[in-house]
């Protein structure tokens, strides 16, 4: 019987398999997952799970009955030791499996800070998977300190939850402004904004020096200006990683990731790849999107090409974050962008258009799901928008999808 083997069961993995199923697929699957848990979800781990509003069982993307259901074979709590294409086997710990096709969707991995300044001491988490926020979450608690390093959407998400849990948040962020990396300075200016206004202390242009503990448990930080904070625990929110470790030992060619063509095949005719750890062509140059919608879509066009489809993947970047009553809503990619328009509703609502000159690229829209949808359906069908009508606060915005 025909055998395809999944490494990595997180999103990606999930939606691989299942749509394998929804396909018709009636060889044997198997899914490999590093975590003792069914595959679900992320993104509500830093933020509802974290305070306590959502019980593990609605963090699962599918019923554990769904597997076994759909005669897909479960490998969890395993780590592969190693892939060898040649001979088509993955190599476990008690067992070899062998496949006829592979994907790979095994996700990124969080950086951690060099146990040289402290990084291996107790109470320093990062926020990535179910054990990271089980072991963080007794600590997240009314009067604690913490800090928080790292002024992403990471780091940022966290601080939300920690001061809403009455937690004393200090943010340290070596560039400049938080965000830099991913949003225009309008966008940091908001959210620079709404933390403070919610008792966070940020501090821009200065990182982490050291930890420094006590009995083996973090007490204090040093910072790069030389001051202090006395800490509970830390949050290390400085970014992930592709997890391409077992692509790059298999000899699979990798850039910025497992890299993949437009049909989700890897360098090897037997070896697929999606997800936070692959790779593909955009619009002419090559990009690796960390988010669940591209998991999801990238893993399905995968799926079926697994099958013979021959479907070309085009991305539809999007991505969202959740911080106190305030819904940011992304859609498409501001590289390039050399102008920002800025809409501000009188519903304090807030959205803010980024362009390449006339051409409209991406937006970040707060608590405004109609400018979001609006600027969405523009960028994925290549159009743009007038300046004008999007800085006027008064103006429909949907004539816009006519025009």
Not at 337 to 366: E, H, I, P
Request: proline share 4%.
């Amino acid at each position: 019987m025909t055998h395809f083997v999944v490494i990595g069961a997180g999103q990606a993995g999930a939606a691989l398999v299942a749509q394998l199923r929804k396909q018709g697929f009636d060889g044997e699957i198997s899914l490999i997952g590093s975590e003792p848990v069914v595959p679900y979800q992320r993104p509500p781990l830093s933020k509802a799970y974290l305070l306590g509003e959502m019980e593990l069982e609605r963090l699962y993307l599918r019923p554990e009955s769904f597997y076994a259901d759909s005669n897909i074979t479960l490998k969890l709590g395993q780590q592969v030791q190693a892939i060898d294409p040649a001979a088509k086997t993955v190599t476990l710990a008690d067992e070899v499996l062998h496949y006829d096709q592979l994907a790979l969707t095994t996700g990124s991995s969080p950086r951690r800070l060099p146990a040289a300044i402290g990084g291996d001491l107790n109470g320093v988490y990062v926020l990535r998977d179910l054990a990271d926020v089980d072991a963080m979450a007794p600590v997240v608690k009314d009067g604690a300190r913490t800090l928080i390093v790292g002024g992403g959407y990471i780091g940022l998400e966290a601080a939300a939850v920690c001061a809403k849990r009455g937690v004393s948040v200090t943010l340290v962020e070596m560039a400049d402004r938080i965000l830099q990396r991913v949003a225009a300075p309008e966008t940091s200016d908001y959210f620079r904004s709404l933390h403070t206004g919610h008792g966070v202390d940020i501090r821009e242009g200065i990182g982490l020096e050291r930890l420094e503990g006590e009995g083996g448990t973090v007490k204090r930080a040093v910072l790069s200006d030389g001051s202090t904070v006395e800490v509970d625990f830390v949050i290390v929110g400085v970014g992930i990683t592709p997890a391409s470790d077992l692509a790059e030992a298999a000899g699979l060619t990798l850039e910025n990731g497992i890299k993949v063509d437009e049909h989700g095949h890897t360098s090897d005719p037997s070896i697929w790849a999606a997800g936070d750890c692959a790779s593909f062509p955009y619009r002419g140059s090559r990009i690796r999107l960390e988010s669940v919608p591209n998991a999801i879509d990238q893993a399905e066009v995968a799926a079926r090409n697994m099958l013979g489809a021959g479907e070309t993947y085009v991305a539809k970047p999007w991505f969202w974050s959740d911080q106190y009553d305030v819904k940011l809503q992304i859609a498409g990619l501001n590289t390039g962008y050399d102008n920002v328009v800025t809409r501000a509703g009188q519903d304090g609502t807030m959205s803010f258009w980024y362009y390449t000159g006339d051409q409209l690229v991406a937006v970040d829209a707060m608590n405004d799901p109609r400018a979001y949808m609006v600027a969405k359906r523009l960028i994925e069908a290549g159009r743009t928008a007038d300046k004008t009508v999007v800085a006027d606060p008064e103006a429909d915005l949907k004539p816009l999808l006519r025009a």
